[in-house]
């Protein structure tokens, strides 16, 4: 009997997850696999876990939101060769369980995970050495990930985090930078910059999100222009909601596999959600293919 190991997060969705955890485990034993449960118990600690426990297990499977996700991923590649990541989502927003293709039923996503799903080779990036599943983010807004408060999470889902920004927009100041990006140079005035590899970002569809490729190499980069006029800052926040400014010059967008980030300032980074940290000098950089995760049809 396979042996797989469960690691979820109590506290996503609201706790819902307790719950569910007859029904998903339920689904493992069905589908043949021998299985070890383990309830995260603070920050970092999926991380760790799947970096000390994974090597004893031929799948691990994780539920949470798309923090839970990401921690589990940046143990994993801390090993040498780690096993395929399932994953069942229970936040309020679920960006990568869009990309993956998953159902947002649990007990259904739990079958997809235990093995009708396929576990395929996919990028992760890295900030700085941390990685990221799919986005690392600066500038306007970005900070609202990690600042909005959980209840108006669960409410409102991908809405709070607009809610959220608008709010912000008093206090938006742009970077100026240097951006270097396989052999190009790039200098101008941003409020808003996106390294991504996902169809989704804040439940919203980024520029282009159909030609996004898993495991191409390559991300999808998003730079919103500083605005001229208060007008234009609004139009920049609406950029960022339909991905149809007026001006379309406001909005850079290139593909690109590493990337290096200068400022005169620190430059604050969310990644996957989460505060990713500050750095003058930031390096994007795409793993291909690193991590073998389980993606419905």
Known sequence: MNRLLFIYNPTSGTGQIKSSLSPILDV?????????????????????????????????VCAGGDGTLSEVASGLLELEAPPP???????????????????????????????????????????????????????????????????????????????????????????????????????????FGMVSNSQSVGGLKPPKSELVVLDDGLFEVTLVKKPLRLADLANGFQALIDLAPADPGALVQFQASSLTFTCGREIPWTIDGEFGGRQIVSQVVNCPRALQIVRGA
């Open 28 to 60: 493992f034993t069905k589908a043949g696999w021998l299985t070890t449960v383990y309830p995260t118990q603070c920050q970092g600690d999926a991380a760790r876990a799947a970096r000390e426990l994974a090597p004893q297990f031929d799948r691990v």
């Open 85 to 191: 990541l399932g994953y069942i989502p229970f936040g309020s927003t679920n960006d990568c369980a869009n990309t993956l293709k998953l159902p947002k039923n649990p007990r259904e996503a739990a079958v997809v995970a235990a093995g009708t799903g396929s576990a395929v080779p996919t990028d992760i990036g890295r900030l700085n050495d941390r990685p990221f599943v799919y986005v690392a983010a600066f500038g306007a807004f970005t900070q609202v990930a990690y600042d909005t408060p959980q209840e108006l999470k669960h409410t409102f889902g991908h809405l709070a985090y607009i809610f959220a920004g608008i709010a912000s927009l008093p206090t938006i100041a742009p970077y100026h930078m240097q951006i270097e990006h396989d052999g190009q140079l790039l200098e101008d005035d941003f409020f």
